[in-house]
């Protein structure tokens, strides 16, 4: 730390992000990434989009926000875009919270929630979940404080049903119930029609998991025009060209080819469903997963170990150390062909036990 680091920073512990390697070529199952490239159309568009370069990006998003208002049944004004659903939980923090409004989430979720909180001197309140990760909704009803809940929750997996989700949303009529659903497509029911219905709702998504653009770094948000009016002023205080050309015009090529997302996710699921069972019969205990991974402990083998052995064959998977969580790693699902050598190793390691 220099010694100008303001005072108001120095005891923030940031974000670890999940490891990017580059000393050898992984089996990459650690970051909820698509295995599959990028839609054809969104790269043809951002190739595109490269040759004007030279000129800022709309920072209406209009087209792209068209499209989105298109896709979730809501109007132009309803959706707001930033670099990442980071970007746009972050201003939903900044915007729906202090000291009169703070912060409720669960102990085991999204690890940015709290740094968050912590970043912007919102207090909060970190609510355990029932000891089989299962969210205890009874704990976020009538709160009317800031609600931040991940559903399907990361990285348990599991996902609390749309009436559960109305519940809280209606008994929190005074404050701003947040619902993150990075990872929805992959089986959980959105929260995204009850936005016509209650304008204390706002429900993010991303395009990293289930429409292949991590690396673009696309999240939306949408809830009712005068959410995403204050979200729009902190953005526009803050970064008002936050969607770069490139990204836009990935995004858009991709919303013209909603079969391609529909096709793998629909390959997730599968892969998933053949890797859950094969973890099964290997005594894996696993969550009820509805997302992009598995969520897994073996008895014969610790969290760490496992996720050691694993690097070691060249498979890389992630592991957190928090005490509830230190039996389990979190498996990406990848291609077919990546689950099969995966449960190949898998295998081959509690053979060895
Ligand atoms: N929410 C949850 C629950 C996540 O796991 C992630 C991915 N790490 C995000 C939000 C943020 O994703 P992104 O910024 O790539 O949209």
Avoid: W
């Amino acid at each position: 730390m220099s010694r100008f680091f303001s005072d108001k920073y120095k005891t923030l512990v940031p974000y670890t992000p999940g490891e990017q390697p580059r000393d050898m070529k992984y089996i990459k199952l650690n970051t909820n990434e698509s295995p599959f490239s990028p839609s054809p159309k969104a790269i043809a568009a951002a190739n595109e989009a490269a040759k004007s370069l030279q000129l800022y990006p709309d920072p209406t998003a209009s087209e792209l926000h068209k499209k989105l208002a298109a896709l979730y049944g809501a109007r132009e004004t309803q959706v707001i875009t930033g670099n990442g659903s980071d970007e746009v939980l972050n201003f939903a923090f900044m915007a729906f919270c202090d000291k009169a409004h703070p912060a409720r989430f669960a102990d085991i979720t999204y690890g940015f929630y709290s740094v968050f909180a912590e970043i912007n001197g919102v207090p909060y309140t970190e609510i355990p979940l029932n000891d089989d990760f299962t969210i205890n909704t009874a704990d976020y009803i009538g709160k009317n404080e800031t609600i931040f809940i991940a559903n399907p929750n990361a990285p348990t997996g599991i996902a609390l049903s749309r009436d559960e989700i109305e519940a809280i949303v209606k008994s929190n009529s005074d404050s701003v119930v947040v619902i993150d659903e990075a990872y929805v497509d992959f089986g959980a029911e959105s929260a995204v029609p009850l936005i016509k219905k209650y304008d204390n709702l706002l429900v993010t998504q991303t395009f990293s998991k289930s429409r292949s653009m991590a690396g673009a770094r696309l999240g939306v948000a949408v809830g009712s025009a005068d959410l995403i009016q204050d979200l729009n002023t902190i953005k526009y205080s803050t970064n008002p060209y936050n969607i770069n050309r490139m990204t836009m015009a990935a995004a858009i090529g991709v919303l013209e080819d909603e079969e391609y997302t529909a096709a793998n996710c629909a390959a997730i699921v599968n892969n998933r469903a053949y890797t859950a069972e094969r973890m099964a019969k290997m005594g894996f205990e696993m969550t009820e997963s509805l997302t992009n991974f598995i969520f897994a402990k073996h008895e014969k083998i610790g969290g760490a170990e496992l996720y050691t052995e694993l690097r070691r064959r060249g498979i890389l998977v992630r592991h957190f150390s928090k005490p509830k969580l230190d039996a389990y790693n979190r498996i990406t699902i990848g291609s077919a062909e990546q689950m099969k050598t995966l449960c190949d190793t898998l295998e081959e390691i509690l053979k060895e036990r």
